[in-house]
């Protein structure tokens, strides 16, 4: 056996090494990512939506917020009127005489600040409540299941309802309350992806090497098993953008001097009989583009991830 | 290693301690069952014991390990040598039974005793490609053990440490910023090695770290694990279910079969000349360039359910020497000769008695 000494052959590099940020497969994804046209579309969509968030007050030509800003004698103008100081509403006014495009500019601008915080949070919770169920195990799991179960088990719209009822309006407290129902989505999906991880032999093997739980856990087993997890966030987004949405128009969201785009459809619901279609209809079809791109883009990125699927 | 053989010669006790053992076991079990289902809690409460299935996956196991030794676990697979390995190196618990590390039971140990046993005995895995974590580097991968234990070192002496370890496998200092995926199965499983290396141990357990590797590369890895051994004065237990690889590794063999050590020996005599009649039937199958054997015949039969394993002598459905005897009764291990023992109704007689 000693004969077969030789220079070690299997010493060669198996692939050159490359910077992190720009392997090709990251690249081959992005390009996947951006073939279709409808997720190019979405991408751009999200573009340019996080863009005019981001510089709306030297973008909106007017502060929906601000109700000096405005007169009642401007209300229901329907969309390319002008007020009567030359001011074009392209999109018209609501109720109030308030400007809709800048409204709709800000509601989403508010949309997307819910749906991103809320989701983050929810994944923080939701990720440490799994990881750390599937890793202690015993008592302690079944106890934070049941809880997971529980919570997945009534309907997410009425838990909300029931919170805001009791806690009062405002863009912290929906929040507060998306965070509430969506968590265990996160934690149920964790935890079944770490307990695969715990499982393999890098586990063990940092168990014997006299490494404690925490670094065990944190170190070794969560960054292992987090890729489906941030997969399912993406889509969340946008079904935390809906259920603020529906919580505003159902009168327990965001206060009715900061509209959102579900407050602004359910302002323009008393005016659909009677014409002003407007009101509701414009803010609908930006909630509409806003949660279709969120989608699209969080289900192409889910293939894309996927190597199976590539 | 033989002279130590010869001076036990006069030595009758069957489960006589081999001087200065390392890790020495006693009795050892491992039961594998599952959490009882809500209904079964139930029925527990009303008095009725349900039927959860055990897996007994090591059955009573004594075996010592000496100082310095390459001691064999050979057996075939799902015959609990993984289990008892990963029990020696603290990654199982025992069910039953002791485990003692330089003289000291490791149930007991506790503070700077325990942490000396977990890093003094280390594992060498099986898998090189689920044994490192994907999203490490190779520096990290090395560095994370000193940085863990060895608080008093600085990020230099941590990083000359990692490049002295991956020198010692073999490995190029320059991989240190690569990950593991980068590398092929030879290479990952050197840096399994260097990593289980790193914090210094005394004893590997080497859990089958050839099989998954190419037939080219398995004797640099041999030949990597023989040159380790000899500058650290390491001691191995080398499982395996490649009867060659231990015949030129270990210097004792123990042959597993359904979760009991069936037959110990030291190499040379039990390759010369096998007792139990599973050994046999597994050093018959060594092709060899010789006798140009061509034609092979599987051990008869499988192995049986660890589940329900057969009544006496668990080898006896498939045993060629089966007498109506080891249908009910179990063999006793008993010494057939010095260093050597045996669990067979065949040398009931054999027994070296005072």
């Given at each position: 056996m000693d004969s077969i000494r030789s220079p070690r052959k299997d010493d060669e590099p198996v692939a050159v090494r490359q910077p992190l940020t720009d392997t090709p497969q990251r690249r081959a994804m992005l390009g996947k990512l951006k073939r279709r046209p409808s997720v190019k579309a979405s991408l751009i969509a999200l573009l340019v939506i996080t863009l005019t968030g981001l510089c709306l007050p030297f973008l909106a030509q007017q502060d929906p917020y601000d109700l000096t800003a405005f007169s009642v004698m401007d209300n229901r103008l329907p969309p390319m009127s002008e007020s009567f100081d030359g001011m074009v509403f392209w999109l018209g006014t609501d109720g109030q005489g308030r400007d809709m495009l800048s409204a709709i500019l800000y509601?989403?601008?508010?949309?997307?600040?819910?749906?991103?915080?809320?989701?983050?949070l929810a994944l923080i919770i939701g990720v440490s409540v799994g990881l750390v169920a599937a890793v202690l195990g015993g008592r302690i799991e079944a106890m934070l299941m049941r809880l997971v179960?529980?919570?997945?088990?009534?309907?997410?719209?009425?838990?909300?309802?029931?919170?805001?009822?009791?806690?009062?309006?405002?863009?912290?407290?929906?929040?507060?309350?998306?965070?509430?129902?969506?968590?265990?989505?996160?934690?149920?999906?964790?935890?079944?992806?770490a307990l695969s991880e715990r499982r393999k032999e890098?586990?063990?093997?940092?168990?014997?090497?006299?490494?404690?739980?925490?670094?065990?856990?944190?170190?070794?087993?969560?960054?292992?098993?987090l890729s489906a997890v941030l997969v399912l966030a993406t889509v969340q987004i946008a079904s935390a953008i809906t259920l603020e949405a529906t919580l505003s128009f159902l009168?327990?969201?965001?206060?009715?001097?900061?509209?959102?785009?579900?407050?602004?459809?359910?302002?323009?619901?008393?005016?659909?009989?009677?014409?002003?279609?407007?009101?509701s209809f414009y803010p609908g079809i930006a909630l509409l583009i806003l949660i279709f791109s969120l989608n699209l883009v969080g289900d192409r990125l889910r293939t894309a991830l996927d190597p199976k699927r590539s | 290693m033989m002279d130590s053989q010869q001076t036990a010669a006069g030595r009758t006790e069957v489960t006589s301690v081999p001087e200065d053992p390392i890790l020495s076991m006693r009795n050892l079990s491992r039961?594998?069952?599952?959490?009882?289902?809500?209904?079964?809690?139930?029925?527990?409460?009303?008095?009725?014991?349900?039927?959860?299935?055990?897996?007994?996956?090591?059955r009573s196991v004594d075996l010592s390990v000496r100082r310095g030794e390459v001691l064999g676990l050979v057996g075939e697979s799902g015959c609990g040598k993984s289990t008892l390995g990963r029990m020696m190196a603290g990654i199982l618990p025992a069910s039953q039974g002791a485990l003692a590390y330089e003289g000291a039971e490791v149930a007991g140990l506790r503070g700077t005793a325990l942490r000396d046993?977990?890093?003094?005995?280390?594992?060498?895995?099986?898998?090189?490609?689920?044994?490192?974590?994907?999203?490490?580097?190779?520096?990290?991968?090395?560095?994370?053990?000193?940085?863990?234990?060895?608080?008093?070192?600085?990020?230099?002496?941590?990083?000359?440490?990692?490049?002295?370890?991956?020198?010692?496998?073999?490995?190029?200092?320059?991989?240190?910023?690569?990950?593991?995926?980068?590398?092929?199965?030879?290479?990952?499983?050197?840096?399994?090695?260097?990593?289980?290396l790193i914090v210094e141990p005394r004893f590997l357990v080497c859990d089958e770290p050839i099989a998954a590797l190419d037939v080219s590369i398995q004797a640099q890895v041999i030949n990597l694990f023989l040159d380790l051994r000899r500058k650290h004065n390491l001691t191995y237990l080398f499982i395996s279910h490649?009867?060659?690889?231990?015949?030129?590794?270990?210097?004792?063999?123990?042959?597993?079969?359904?979760?009991?050590?069936?037959?110990?020996?030291?190499?040379?005599?039990?390759?010369?000349?096998?007792k139990h009649p599973y050994t046999r039937t597994l050093l018959?199958?060594?092709?060899?360039?010789?006798?140009?054997?061509?034609?092979?015949?599987?051990?008869?039969?499988?192995?049986?359910?660890?589940?329900?394993?057969?009544?006496?002598?668990?080898?006896?459905?498939?045993?060629?020497?089966?007498?109506?005897?080891?249908?009910?009764?179990?063999?006793?291990?008993?010494q057939i000769a010095p260093g050597r023992t045996v669990s067979c109704h065949l040398y009931d007689k054999d027994q070296i008695s005072t």
């Open positions: 509601g989403m601008r508010i949309s997307l600040l819910v749906g991103l915080v809320s989701t983050a179960d529980f919570v997945l088990g009534f309907p997410s719209i009425l838990v909300a309802l029931v919170l805001l009822a009791m806690i009062g309006r405002g863009v912290d407290k929906v929040i507060l309350a998306i965070v509430m129902v969506q968590w265990a989505n996160y934690a149920r999906i964790m935890r079944s992806s890098y586990v063990e093997a940092a168990h014997n090497l006299g490494f404690g739980t925490g670094r065990v856990m944190f170190r070794h087993i969560m960054p292992n098993s009168g327990v969201g965001v206060p009715v001097t900061e509209p959102s785009l579900g407050l602004l459809v359910a302002n323009g619901f008393d005016y659909l009989m009677s014409g002003a279609y407007w009101i | 039961v594998f069952t599952r959490q009882p289902v809500l209904a079964e809690t139930l029925l527990k409460l009303l008095g009725r014991t349900p039927d959860i299935p055990k897996l007994r996956a090591v046993f977990t890093l003094g005995v280390q594992m060498v895995f099986q898998d090189p490609y689920s044994s490192l974590n994907p999203r490490q580097r190779v520096a990290s991968i090395l560095a994370e053990p000193l940085k863990v234990h060895r608080p008093d070192l600085s990020r230099a002496e941590i990083h000359a440490r990692v490049d002295a370890a991956l020198a010692e496998v073999g490995l190029d200092v320059s991989y240190r910023d690569r990950f593991p995926h980068q590398f092929s199965g030879g290479q990952r499983q050197r840096i399994g090695i260097a990593r289980a490649d009867l060659s690889v231990v015949r030129h590794m270990a210097d004792r063999v123990a042959i597993m079969y359904l979760g009991e050590i069936v037959e110990l020996a030291p190499t040379a005599e039990l390759f010369a000349d096998p018959e199958q060594i092709p060899s360039v010789r006798n140009r054997k061509r034609s092979f015949s599987a051990v008869k039969g499988e192995l049986p359910s660890p589940l329900a394993p057969p009544p006496g002598c668990p080898f006896h459905p498939r045993c060629p020497a089966a007498m109506p005897q080891c249908s009910v009764e179990v063999p006793q291990k008993r």
